[in-house]
């Protein structure tokens, strides 16, 4: 017999409080990947601990990288992009399907090596078609079960640079094929249907990798090594930290502050598009023009994965605060005030600009 039981929540009176929020699931998983294929070791600093973020360390781990855990920060000392060692067992992604989509993307360039990836049973339904039909057309060859499901087997080959229009906007999708570009014969030209999130572009950029955008299409060019630099910080997590802005945005006089979480736009968006309303509040200071630098592009302010300068002695984030005003209830930010932290290779600097007033970098991103 069923049971129900009714709950009421009164409107609060008063909202006024800060937060940070978890780290980034989908930066983690990046970063631990990114962290492999290269040749020096990298620490990474707020990397996210659950189910399926682990399961992209044990996957590299099982690939040949080694990582360590000291005091909450990872220390990735990877194989390099060509370096990856078969595994004796299948790769269990779990129920990590970013790591499904976009390990593959590695493992096609393994020349002559064959890689099993396998998961749950959740995985097991998740076709894995449309990063096959791209990495297939690149030079590797993938069999799936029934032609589309896990378990299915990357065999690495040589790589040749293609022009690939996604058949969805798919920032998963777009990521396997942006990480085979890295070993292609080519530059590669992903044209995309929509916008979709660019962790994957932004950190490249930083990383040394020649990204540019024209419109639709993002174009990488081919590296002999990841230069990912000695240190990156996982930002939070915007989705987790939106029940808070939504608070405040509910109840009137609220005041939240949310600390340290990403603030690339494309992550927040319906299909990656900025609302018309949103409006920054980024600092104008000339020390803070100074401390960081977008990905692959003069010093300038904006929602981007910056480095900071090895000079730095600390690196840069944002307390972005949000309020209502008792008359309208209509959120606005309304300050953002600049913190310390620890040096970084990798930090959000600034809350999200409009598109109309959003500069591009030269190599086209926003800035």
């Not at 060692?85 to 499904?100: E, F, Q, S």
């Amino acid at each position: 017999m069923a049971t129900h039981t009714t709950v009421r929540f009164d409107p609060a009176s008063r909202l006024e409080g800060e937060l940070t929020p978890p780290a980034d699931k989908s930066i983690s998983h990046r970063a631990a990947i990114f962290g492999a294929m290269g040749d020096a070791p990298v620490r990474v600093r707020n990397y996210l601990v659950a189910a399926d973020t682990t399961s992209s360390l044990n996957a590299v781990r099982a690939l040949g990288a080694s990582v360590e855990e000291d005091g909450g920060v990872l220390t990735i000392r990877g194989v390099g992009l060509r370096g990856a060692r078969v595994p004796d067992a299948p790769i269990d992604v779990g129920n990590a399907g970013t790591l499904m989509r976009l390990l593959p993307g590695w493992l096609a360039a393994q020349d002559g090596r064959a890689f099993v990836l396998d998961g749950d049973d959740s995985i097991r339904r998740r076709p894995v078609d449309r990063i096959a039909t791209p990495l297939r057309q690149m030079g590797a060859t993938i069999d799936a079960r029934d032609g589309r499901l896990p378990p299915f087997t990357v065999t690495g080959g040589p790589l040749h640079g293609i022009t690939y229009a996604l058949p969805v906007a798919s920032a998963q999708i777009k990521s396997a094929v942006a990480l085979a570009a890295l070993a292609a014969d080519g530059p590669t030209t992903i044209v995309e249907p929509e916008p979709s999130r660019d962790h994957t572009e932004r950190m490249f950029a930083a990383a040394g990798v020649d990204v540019r955008r024209a419109g639709a299409e993002v174009t990488i060019a081919p590296v002999d090594a990841l230069a990912l630099g000695d240190e990156l910080t996982v930002p939070g997590d915007p989705s987790s930290a939106a029940f808070a802005v939504a608070a405040a945005l509910l109840v009137p006089g609220a005041r939240v502050v949310v600390r340290g979480a990403s603030t690339n736009w494309t992550c927040c968006t319906a299909h990656g598009r900025r609302p018309d309303t949103a409006r920054s509040a980024s600092s104008s200071s000339p020390e803070s023009r100074a401390s960081a630098r977008p990905v692959s592009s003069p010093a300038s302010r904006g929602s981007h994965i910056v480095k900071a300068p090895s000079s730095s002695p600390a690196g840069a984030t944002r307390a972005t605060t949000f309020r209502t005003s008792r008359s309208s209830r209509r959120l606005r930010r309304c300050s953002s005030t600049r913190t310390r932290s620890a040096p970084v290779a990798s930090t959000p600097v600034s809350v999200p600009r409009s598109a109309a007033s959003c500069p591009k970098s030269p190599n086209g991103f926003p800035a």
